[in-house]
């Protein structure tokens, strides 16, 4: 079988460019300070009874409680949702056997809010309730938060800057973009997700007029927003 002479193979990739085509290839990267927009807690409500039903009453009847106060507040709570749900026996010895000493029940409930002035006020109110403890705030931006676009935006002019002076520096130019690369900058840990100690309701307040203990006054921890690029441009030929 003869091959065709008129068949051309094609023309191998040059991922480095040619002499008449040099290409350049750089990373771009920002790095943002902005404003949290969501706030965090987690509320674990206890009980604790000498017989299971005791136990189980008095663990719904605070775990309602906390819910009422939490929807109490309206629009400011963007999301509520219970995690876990345990009734655990408490055993101990008794002559060679053992028998149940008490039972303990647990709740755990997650509150996510945007109004950070109502959260300071639901957080003291949650933690003076009876057997109930409040963890965070853990602040955070919405994955739809125009601070994501802004950063990557961001990253793209700087690796065109940066591609633009590499060029300069050999008396060329610019040509076209080759390739823009995400490196996921978004797929990084989150970040200013660090878990305050929890708030008890061993805790002492100064309290209102009315008995009631102070809003607690929370102050939002920036968040920092990065965002990598990896992007390959032509020149035109370098004047050497």
Known sequence: MTQDATHTPPTAHQPYGTPEVPRVAVRGEARLEVDPEIARIGITVTARGADRRTALEDLTRRNNTVLDLVKSYGDPVEKLETGAFSITPEPTRHGRG????????????????????????????????E???????????????????????????????????????????????????????????????????????????????????????LEPQRQTVHAQVNARFTMTPPQL
């Open 131 to 217: 057997l109930t403890r409040v963890d965070g705030p853990w602040w955070a931006l919405r994955p739809t938060s125009p601070a994501h676009g802004e950063a990557r935006r961001q990253a793209v002019l700087e690796a065109v800057q940066r591609a633009r002076e590499y060029a300069h520096a050999l008396g060329a130019d610019l040509a076209a973009v080759v390739e823009l690369a995400d490196l996921g900058a978004e797929n990084a840990a989150p970040l200013a997700m660090a878990a305050p100690a929890g708030i008890h309701r061993s805790l002492t307040f100064a309290g209102t007029e009315d008995g009631g203990a102070p809003p607690l006054d």
């Open 98 to 129: 053992e028998r149940i000493r008490a039972y303990h029940g647990t709740v755990h409930i997650t509150a996510e809010l945007n109004d950070f002035t109502a959260l300071g006020e639901l957080t003291t109110r949650l933690a003076d309730l």
